[in-house]
């Protein structure tokens, strides 16, 4: 097979519908066969189902250091968006190309992909890592198991970039997004009778209340990260409850998330919010109902990127060419950094497309975003090749 372009894989990653709730194995199949022809060492990490794999993929040396690339195979779902073209079949329209997951992120993954063909194996002294993920879009549910198990395989690479759209402009830090499901178990009883029984809802309102609370105090607490609202976040996104006005409700359950700023320990709200439960909440609302509790669970957790003090892998990335100046940055997204730096890599989110056309009806990318996107890859490549 003749090498293919950037845009020829794109093509082809775009005609997987790869959305999170469905299995992205066609995608990962066609990728491990296309790497096999560079002598890759590939291992796939799969969800519990086995119907989703990450993989991870060795070329070059086994020795420390190198770099890795990094995206997520998932796309959003197209459901309810009013698309002018095919969502999963690359089209140019005045010059961009249109189609699910052009932008967000398989644009990343075509590029090192086709650059692999000039990419020349026996000069490297360094290892080139690949990583394509799955579930990114659904709270970054894939990551963790791949790079424990790239870290138990293979030796600790130098650095790490993920390539979500940020118009090849370079990411240093980004929040935590933290997702909890908050059941609340009362007593149903007559309403006119509130001292037989326990009710959930009003018990729900006294720990949102709270929540609401906590995320007007950070306000207050505004830093100079860079993120867009410079300060963490609360929100409260679903609740139900309840069967009727003149009966106590036995039940009320509500999802509800915080963004937490780059610097800021994520355990820090969850655990005031325990605090207030067992000691304001749980107490009252066992008055009369000793068997009221109040359970809550972590749906997703996605760690920050922290700025890094050292800004190896940033110093690095903004002398590649490609990569637009105007400096480092935060956001408000969130990517799978967090998981890279984690485990000791110094790691950055940058990469083509722009983040506007992310989840959008009519995604497109700009092919001149590739052409830069390749030239940053084929400068990762000279960093792995032998100092001459
Ligand atoms: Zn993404």
Redesign the pocket.
């Known amino acids: 097979m003749s090498s293919l372009t950037s845009r020829e894989i794109l093509t082809r990653l775009v005609a997987f519908p790869t959305v999170s709730r469905d299995s992205n194995l066609s995608l990962i199949d066609w990728v491990e066969e296309y790497l096999g022809r560079f002598g890759a060492r590939c291992r796939r990490t799969w969800n519990a189902e086995e119907t989703k794999a990450n993989l991870f993929a060795a070329i070059g040396p086994d020795a420390p250091g190198g770099v890795v690339l990094s995206g ?1 195979t998932d796309v959003v779902p197209i459901d309810g968006q009013d698309w002018h073209t095919d969502p999963f079949e690359l089209t140019e329209r005045d010059g961009l190309l249109y189609g699910r997951g052009s932008a ?2 398989k644009g990343f993954a075509a590029v090192f992909l086709s650059r692999l063909a000039s990419l020349n194996i026996a000069a490297m002294d360094k290892p080139l890592y690949l990583a394509l993920s799955y579930d ?2 659904v709270g970054c549910l894939g990551i963790d198991r791949m790079v424990d198990d790239a870290l138990a395989n293979f030796a600790r690479p130098d650095f790490a970039i993920i390539g ?2 940020t118009s090849m402009q370079i990411v240093r830090a980004h929040k935590s997004i933290n997702v909890f499901r908050t059941v609340v178990t009362g007593q149903a009883a007559h309403s006119s009778q509130p001292h037989r029984g326990a009710g959930a809802i009003l018990a729900a309102g006294r720990i949102i209340e709270h929540l609401d609370a906590i995320g007007r105090s950070r306000r207050a607490e505004a830093g100079d990260s860079g993120c867009e609202p410079p300060w963490t976040t609360v929100q409260v996104g679903t609740i139900q409850g309840g069967t009727a006005v003149n009966i106590l409700p036995a039940h009320c359950e509500f999802l509800w998330e915080y963004r937490g700023l780059p610097g800021e320990d994520p355990e820090v709200i969850i655990d005031a919010m325990q605090t207030f439960i067992d000691e304001k909440v749980l107490p009252d609302l066992r008055e009369f109902a000793p068997g009221a509790s109040v359970e809550t669970t972590p749906i997703a957790r996605v760690p920050p990127l922290l700025p890094d003090p050292e800004a190896k892998a940033e110093q690095w990335v903004q002398r590649l060419r490609g990569v637009r100046d105007g400096g480092s940055g935060a956001v408000s997204f969130a ?1 799978e950094a967090g998981s890279f730096q984690r485990a000791g890599i110094s790691t950055v989110v940058c990469g083509p497309g722009s983040i506007d056309q ?1 989840h959008q009806p009519n995604e497109f990318i700009d092919p001149a975003e590739l052409e830069r996107c390749e030239a940053m890859v084929d400068d990762v490549f000279a960093y792995l090749y032998r100092a001459s």
Do not use: K, S
Request: glycine fraction near 0%; proline fraction near 11%.
């Open positions: 997520h967000d992120m990114e879009e979500e759209p990517t992310a």
